[in-house]
Structures are given as structure tokens and as C-alpha cells.
């Protein structure tokens, strides 16, 4: 499963649906359930998966998945190094 | 010009103002709403396609069998079906009723076992979450799609229904005292209440749309709360669409640029929103404002939870504006007391009584409190967009209204110069941004979790939200703590119940505090939570 691919199914396991398909330019307007409340699980999720810690400052300039998912491989790189 | 309400031919229905009396009265090629989604694609609707998209919502009820008192809901994001729904609903007498877009499923079950809701409308992607509720709904006959293509005997397409209805209806004369809206609002404890009213209601909604938010003609007018909130209902669709007036509303999520950037190109020149918005604009830079021009909108006004002097000190600084800090309830159906533009703006207040009810702050042995003294809020009833019962729950209703005067649950004082100010509830509801959460709610949601062996949830301030949920837990034998099961309490809460009615705060503890009795006892969670001196605590079981 390749690092999108798992992103997705944390997608899938905070809002409880298997249905859930990602795109690089989804927002949270387009994943129902997505506010501001369950983003603090969202991101809680993919930190513990991924054993990685997102400052608040990159939290901050997320505008879609994609740049979540940049930021994720960033620092998945760094924690390889 | 300022718009008057004046009932017609003893017509009392909400809908039939909103849209058929707009158009008789001219305003048939007036924007009712500009609809503005999440991508910031607009689209105008005159009161001419508002009358015609909710007749034709009325006819595809009637066809699936919706008759008078019959109870539909809708749960749907802000998107215009919302608002055809909610009007054609009413047109044909069935009771209207609008679900919030991120309840879960106990939430849902709860509410629309409840009030044995008949058909509920909703889209595709929050269809799951209706049917994981399905096998306890046996009332509920029909899901509608707004977006699907689904035709089943349960779930059906509502454009295809549609497609085949009239745009022509023939609203039925409506009696003052017909139901028209239920809304749900939890207590402090029990499962939540619907609290029903009726179509008279439109007196007062349309009075203090008039005569408190000072709307007009001219007005381009937005509301930013959800119609599952009673602001959503009774100020984002029946008190100004009853007087004529456009409103803007928008699909997508808070973010202060896009928000200021509406204000600006809207031209909006009244806008009602919430403590908790105010407070996350005040975070921003206030550079940020200087980018926007919003010359045209002249009063903003606040209504959920208490305003604190600091938004109106800030909100002066950035937009040389003041905040009117409006209070109502759910079973109040409208504005009782509020700062607004015609009287002396007293901060830090409520404000004071809206000319047409009669406030009053009672003892709790049923006398009036001296100025100065706090004491229960009460409002004389009745007025007309008092709520009329809580459904299944005649008897709740019947404690709360007491000697002719309905009891808030808030409590409040009344000072020399008749303002009123809110001291805080005499029950254990949480009021976190604005909505109310019943601590009996998360409590058992949090039980159903293996792991958990006792809960008990609080409220707790907080700077941006007014007061924060917060949970204590006690854990089963053999399990620990760990961060794990923390991500998993949260995920399991926010989809059975609500992102909103989710912990900010987890603690774990070894005895949740109980008095002999077994009631758990809040307050001395309260004040350990707080660091401060329980009090007496020697009705505890130790």
C-alpha cells in the first residue's frame, strides 16, 4: 500500500466510511463530516501512524490533501534520514 | 422602506409568507437568496423559483402519502434543498424538522426515533450514517437523495420525484396553532426533547426581524448558523424571508479571508452570527481586515452564548462596528432580550427585554427577585413563538412552566437600568459554541466503549468555544491508558454522536465522585478541574 493509499484508509477510520476516495484537491468541504472539531482526530491519526509529529505551523497552511500529503512525506523523508 | 407583517385572510402558514405573499406583494422577481458554495460558485433564487422549488417539494409529499402532522426532516448540509424542503414541508402542514450535517448515528436514531419522522431528506454522501441508524427508525418510511439516482422502496431519488411534481400549490389555510417546526435540545438529563412549534410563530420571528435586527428592504442580510440550529430556522429562513428580505448563504466552512471577502463583495449590511466566530476572527492578524472594505454593512449582531466585552472592544478597533449580543432559546423560538441598534448598547449585558414579552427574574420559591439579585429567568408566557411541548415529554414541559411564566434554565440579574445580565444555567447542560450538550449524552456513548467502566462529562470554560466537554473516565480493570485509546474514544464519539459533543479534554480517575445516591456529582468535578475548592463534599459515597 503505497503512502496515499494509506492515508486514505485513515481517512476512512475517523470519518467511518469505507467509501472514502481522496484526491490531492480535496478540502474539508468535500469529505462529509470534515470540520474543524474532527480535523484535530484527523491529524492525531496520521501522526500515529505514521510516527510523525506535524508543527502547528504546517497544520496551519494546509489548503487541500495534497499539501497535507506533501507535508506527511516530508517528514516521513526527514524521520528516514 | 421599513417591511411590515400583517397576517392576511387569517392565513397563518410560515411558508405561504416566505414565498406565494413575497410575490403577491411584488418581490416575485427579488432575490430571495444567493447561494454561494464551497468553491464560491453563485447562484441567485427569486421568491418566485423559492415559491415554485417548494411547491413542487410539496407535491412530491404529498405523493409518497405526507399528510398534515406527518414529521419530515431534512439532513443536509446549508445547500438550497435545505430551504425548499424546509418550506415545502410546511406548506402542506407536516411538521419540519432539520437534522445538523454532523450528527452521528445515536444522534440521529435518538431524534428521529423520537419524533417517528416519516421521511427523512438527505444526501448521498450522509446516507450511510442515516442507514447505520435504519434498524431502529421502524417509522421511518422513505429516504430521499437530493443527489441520487437510487430507486428503491426505501430509498428513492429526489429529482426524479420531482421531476414529476407541479410547481403549482395550493397552500391550505393554516391555523394559528397548527405545528410547524420541531427542533431538538438536550437537557442535563434524559435522551434530547423536541421542542415543538407552531406556525404562529412567524408574529415574533418577523417582529424582532424587524425591530431588532432592524431588517429592510434594502437589506442584503446573512445569517451564518445552520439550519439544524433554531437561528438557522427561525432567523436564516422565517424572519426575514417573511418580511421579503434577500439573504446570502453560503455552503462552505469557516475561514476569516473567505468570510471577510463575502461581507465585502456581498454588500452585506447585516449579519448575524456567533460568539465563537467573533472570537476565532479575533485571532487573526489584524492586518488582514485592512484588505477588506465593508462599508455597506452597517450592524452585526451575536447570538449563542454570552459576548464578551473584549469582541466588542475589538470589533470597534477593526470595523468601527458594534456587536449586538442577542439571547434566545430553542423553546423561545425568537429574540426575548437583546442589545440592538434602538436602545443605549449596555456591554457585557444581554440587553434588555424585546418590547413585546415580559421578562422577569424569579426566586426558586417562586418570588421576584430585587434588582441586583439573581435568580431564575423567566419569560411571562405565553408569546407567540413560545414552543407548545416537548414531544413524549409533556411532563418536562409542564415542570417548566410555572405560576404563567416559562423557566429558561438560565439564571441572570436585572440591573437599575433594566438590562439584564446572564449569571449562568442552573443545570449541568454544556454550552459550547453555542450548542447545547446534554452531559447524560456523552456520558452514555462514552459506555459503550469496552474499555470504559464510568463516565462522567462536565463543562469547563473556554476561550474561544465558552465552556469546552470535558470527560472524565474511569477504565476497566486491566486496561491502560494510552494514546491509542484516546484517538479512539474521539473517532467513536464524533460519529455517534457529534464532532461537536466530542471531549476537548479526556481525564482519567480512579472513582467518578457520586453522592449516597449515586448522582454523580459535577460540581466537585467542576472545581477539581478548575483547581478550586470543592466545597462540601460530605454527601460523597467514599
Given at each position: 500500500m503505497g503512502t496515499f493509499d494509506e492515508l486514505n484508509a485513515i481517512f476512512c477510520k475517523v470519518f467511518y466510511d469505507d467509501d472514502i476516495k481522496i484526491s490531492r484537491?480535496?478540502?474539508?468541504?468535500?469529505?462529509?463530516?470534515?470540520?474543524s472539531l474532527s480535523h484535530l482526530n484527523l491529524v492525531v491519526a496520521i501522526e500515529k501512524h505514521f510516527s510523525i509529529k506535524f508543527t502547528n505551523a504546517e497544520i496551519a497552511k494546509w489548503k487541500n490533501i495534497g499539501e497535507m500529503y506533501d507535508s506527511l512525506l516530508l517528514l516521513i523523508e526527514k524521520k528516514g534520514k | 422602506m421599513t417591511p411590515r407583517f400583517e397576517i392576511v385572510n387569517n392565513q397563518y402558514n410560515i411558508a405561504y409568507y416566505c414565498t406565494r405573499h413575497q410575490c403577491l406583494k411584488?418581490?416575485?422577481?427579488?432575490?430571495a437568496f444567493r447561494w454561494i458554495d464551497h468553491k464560491g460558485e453563485r447562484a441567485n433564487y427569486t421568491f418566485r423559483q423559492l415559491d415554485a422549488e417548494s411547491n413542487k417539494m410539496a407535491n412530491a409529499l404529498l405523493q409518497l402519502g405526507i399528510k398534515k402532522d406527518d414529521v419530515v426532516f431534512t439532513f443536509l448540509p446549508k445547500m438550497p434543498e435545505q430551504f425548499f424542503a424546509f418550506l415545502g414541508i410546511l406548506k402542506i402542514q407536516a411538521i419540519a424538522g432539520a437534522l445538523f450535517s454532523n450528527f452521528g448515528e445515536e444522534a440521529l436514531a435518538d431524534r428521529l426515533g423520537d419524533c417517528r419522522a416519516k421521511i427523512v431528506i438527505t444526501k448521498k454522501s450522509m446516507l450511510k450514517k442515516l442507514l447505520r441508524a435504519l434498524p431502529l427508525?421502524?417509522?421511518?418510511?422513505t429516504i430521499l437523495v437530493v443527489d441520487g439516482d437510487e430507486n428503491d422502496e426505501k430509498i428513492m431519488s429526489l429529482p426524479a420525484l420531482l421531476e414529476k411534481s407541479s410547481d403549482s400549490f395550493e397552500i391550505p389555510l393554516t391555523s394559528p396553532d397548527t405545528p410547524s417546526v420541531l427542533h431538538y435540545t438536550s437537557g442535563s438529563t434524559g435522551k434530547p426533547k423536541g421542542v415543538q412549534h407552531v406556525h404562529k410563530s412567524i408574529l415574533t420571528q418577523s417582529y424582532t426581524a424587524i425591530?431588532?435586527?432592524?431588517?429592510?428592504?434594502?437589506d442584503v442580510y446573512w445569517c451564518t448558523?445552520?439550519?439544524?440550529w433554531v437561528t438557522g430556522i427561525s432567523?436564516?429562513?422565517?424572519g426575514p424571508w417573511s418580511i421579503g428580505v434577500t439573504q446570502v448563504h453560503y455552503g462552505g466552512a469557516y475561514n476569516a479571508e473567505t468570510w471577510m471577502k463575502l461581507l465585502e463583495e456581498e454588500g452585506i449590511s447585516k449579519w448575524y452570527t456567533a460568539p465563537t466566530a467573533l472570537r476565532m476572527l479575533m485571532?487573526?492578524?489584524?492586518?488582514?481586515?485592512?484588505?477588506?472594505?465593508?462599508?455597506?454593512?452597517?450592524h452585526i449582531f451575536s447570538v449563542g452564548e454570552p459576548l464578551n466585552p473584549e469582541i466588542n472592544a475589538w470589533a470597534m478597533d477593526v470595523w468601527g462596528k458594534e456587536v449586538y449580543d442577542t439571547w434566545f432559546q430553542t423553546e423561545t423560538g425568537?429574540?426575548?432580550i437583546c442589545n440592538r441598534p434602538a436602545i443605549k448598547v449596555k456591554h457585557a449585558t444581554m440587553g434588555k427585554p424585546v418590547d413585546i414579552i415580559n421578562a422577569a427574574i424569579i426566586s426558586d420559591d417562586g418570588k421576584p427577585c430585587l434588582t441586583g439579585e439573581t435568580g431564575n429567568l423567566c419569560i411571562k408566557?405565553?408569546?407567540?413563538?413560545?414552543?407548545?411541548d416537548y414531544l413524549n415529554n409533556t411532563g418536562v414541559y409542564n415542570e417548566k412552566i410555572k405560576n404563567g411564566y416559562y423557566y429558561s434554565g438560565d439564571l441572570a440579574f436585572c440591573d437599575p437600568e433594566g438590562y439584564y445580565h446572564f449569571v449562568g444555567r442552573?443545570?449541568?447542560v454544556i454550552n459550547t459554541a453555542g450548542h447545547l450538550i446534554s452531559p447524560f449524552e456523552v456520558e452514555s456513548s462514552l459506555l459503550e466503549?469496552?474499555?470504559?467502566a464510568e463516565s462522567a462529562v462536565i463543562g469547563a470554560p473556554d476561550d474561544i468555544l465558552f465552556e469546552k466537554v470535558v470527560a472524565f473516565i474511569r477504565l476497566k480493570n486491566g486496561i491502560t491508558w494510552s494514546d491509542d485509546l484516546e484517538l479512539k474514544i474521539r473517532i467513536f464519539l464524533s460519529n455517534r454522536l457529534s464532532s461537536i459533543a466530542t471531549p476537548q479534554d479526556i481525564r482519567i480517575i480512579e472513582e467518578i465522585p457520586k453522592n449516597k445516591s449515586g448522582k454523580i456529582m459535577r460540581r466537585v468535578l467542576k472545581a477539581w478541574y478548575k483547581g478550586e475548592d470543592p466545597g462540601d463534599i460530605s454527601t460523597m459515597e467514599i
Open positions: 484537491e480535496n478540502t474539508a468541504d468535500d469529505i462529509e463530516g470534515w470540520d | 411584488g418581490n416575485a422577481e427579488k432575490t427508525l421502524d417509522n421511518l418510511e425591530n431588532v435586527l432592524t431588517l429592510n428592504d434594502e448558523a445552520d439550519q439544524g432567523y436564516g429562513i422565517i485571532r487573526e492578524d489584524k492586518n488582514m481586515y485592512k484588505k477588506f472594505s465593508l462599508k455597506k454593512l452597517q425568537s429574540i426575548m408566557a405565553p408569546w407567540d413563538s413560545m414552543f407548545v442552573n443545570d449541568d466503549i469496552p474499555e470504559i
